[in-house]
C-alpha cells in the first residue's frame, strides 16, 4: 500500500487517498489460490485476438484480464467468406472459431502471456466433450495462463449440431469434465440461445464451475437482396454489439439472481456506463467485444469511466456496486 501521508492535499481537492478506489475482484471465491483481477474488465474472446495484437496500441497490462481467440484442439482455417455483416448498432460473424490451435498457442504464446502482469484466460471450444478434456488437460499447469473459459455455444457433434449450451446437461457435462481435467480456474461461458439460460446455469455451476461468462452472440442472418442469397458465407452468423446489450443484460440479471458464483457479464458492452449497468445487474466483472472493433481502446476507456464514476459517486469499492439495482 502506498502512504500517502507525506503528501499534501491541495485545498478544496479530493486527496489521493480519496481519489484511490478499490476495483479488485474475486472470480473463483470458491478456490484456494482464486482467480484475482485488479479490476473488472475483460476482453471478449474473438474480439481481441491473443492480446499481442493491441500491445502497441495501449497498455494492455492495466485491464483485469484478456480472454484470448476461442481455441481448438487442431488449428482451424474458419468459415467460408464473408464473415461479417454490419447490421443497426450491431454485427453479424461467421468467423467459426479460425484459430492457430492449442499447440501453437503453448508454444508460441504462452511464453509472451507469462512475462505480463495482466492475467490470460484461454477460451476452449470443441466438437465433443472429449475435445474439452482433452484441451484442458493440454492447458493445465501452463506458465502464462491463469484460467480456462469454456465456450458451450459450439456444436455437439454427437447430438446433432445442436449447441452443448441450449441443454442443461450436456452443458454440465461439458463442465465436469473440464474441472476434471484441470488445476486451473473454469469460467464456463453461456449461450443465449437457450430457452431457460437461468437453468443452464444452475446446472453448470452445480458442475462445478468456478465462474459463468454470458453472453455469447445470439444466432441471426442478413440476406443480399440484389444477389438473393444469405450475406454471410456460413448463411447464419451471431449477432453482436450495442444491439444485443438489453437481451445481455437481463440474461445476465437472471443469472446472478440464480446462482451463487461470480458472474461476468458481456454483450453490447460500449461505454463505462453499460459497463456499471452490468455490474449494478450482479456482474462481478464484465467483457468488452465488438466496441473494440471501432475504438481499439474501449476496454482501457471503459475502465476509465467506472474509475471516474466511482471517484464522483464517492464509491470506494466496487463491490459496493455489484448487483447494487436488484434491490
Ligand atoms: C468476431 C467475433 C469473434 C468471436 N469469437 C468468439 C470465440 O472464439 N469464442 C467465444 O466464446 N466467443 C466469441 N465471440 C463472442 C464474444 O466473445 C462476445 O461474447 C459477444 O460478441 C458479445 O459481446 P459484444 O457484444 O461485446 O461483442 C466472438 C465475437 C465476435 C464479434
Not at 458451450?152 to 457433434?157: G, L, Q
Amino acid at each position: 500500500m502506498t502512504d500517502f501521508s507525506s503528501i499534501t492535499p491541495v485545498p478544496g481537492q479530493a486527496s489521493l487517498e480519496e481519489l484511490l478506489v478499490n476495483l479488485s475482484v474475486e472470480l473463483a471465491p470458491g478456490r484456494r489460490e482464486g482467480l484475482s483481477l485488479a479490476n473488472p474488465v475483460m476482453t471478449a474472446s474473438g474480439t481481441f485476438g491473443y492480446g499481442t495484437e493491441y500491445s502497441h496500441l495501449f497498455d494492455i497490462e492495466k485491464l483485469g484480464a484478456i480472454v484470448c481467440k476461442g481455441t481448438t484442439l487442431e488449428p482451424r482455417e474458419g468459415n467460408p467468406q464473408p464473415r461479417l455483416a454490419e447490421t443497426p448498432g450491431g454485427l453479424l460473424n461467421s468467423i467459426g472459431l479460425q484459430n492457430i490451435g492449442v499447440d501453437a498457442l503453448i508454444k508460441e504464446k504462452a511464453p509472451i502471456w507469462a512475462s505480463w502482469h495482466v492475467p490470460v484466460i484461454v477460451n476452449i471450444a470443441g466438437e465433443t466433450v472429449d475435445d474439452y478434456a482433452r484441451l484442458a488437460e493440454r492447458l493445465d499447469g501452463i506458465d502464462g495462463i491463469s484460467g480456462l473459459e469454456v465456450n458451450i455455444s459450439c456444436p455437439n457433434i454427437k447430438a446433432g449440431g445442436a449447441e452443448f449450451g441450449v441443454n442443461a446437461d450436456s452443458a454440465a457435462e461439458v463442465t465436469a469434465a473440464v474441472k476434471k481435467a484441470t488445476s486451473l480456474p473454469v469460467l464456463v461461458k453461456l449461450t443465449p440461445n437457450t430457452g431457460d439460460i437461468a437453468r443452464v446455469a444452475l446446472a453448470v455451476a452445480e458442475a462445478g464451475a468456478d465462474a459463468i461468462s454470458l453472453i455469447n452472440t445470439l444466432r441471426g442472418m442478413a440476406i443480399d437482396i440484389t444477389r438473393r442469397r444469405p450475406l454471410l458465407g456460413n448463411i447464419y452468423g451471431g449477432l453482436s454489439g450495442p444491439a444485443i446489450k438489453p437481451v445481455a443484460l437481463h440474461m445476465v440479471y437472471e443469472v446472478a439472481g440464480a446462482v451463487d458464483l461470480p458472474v461476468v457479464g458481456c454483450g453490447g458492452i460500449t461505454t463505462a456506463s453499460d459497463a456499471i449497468e452490468f455490474i449494478m445487474a450482479g456482474a462481478s466483472a464484465i467483457q468488452v467485444g465488438t466496441a473494440g472493433f471501432t475504438n481499439p481502446r474501449a476496454p482501457l476507456d471503459v475502465l476509465e469511466g467506472i474509475e471516474q464514476f466511482m471517484t464522483r459517486e464517492g464509491i470506494k469499492d466496487i463491490g459496493e456496486l455489484i448487483g447494487v439495482a436488484r434491490g
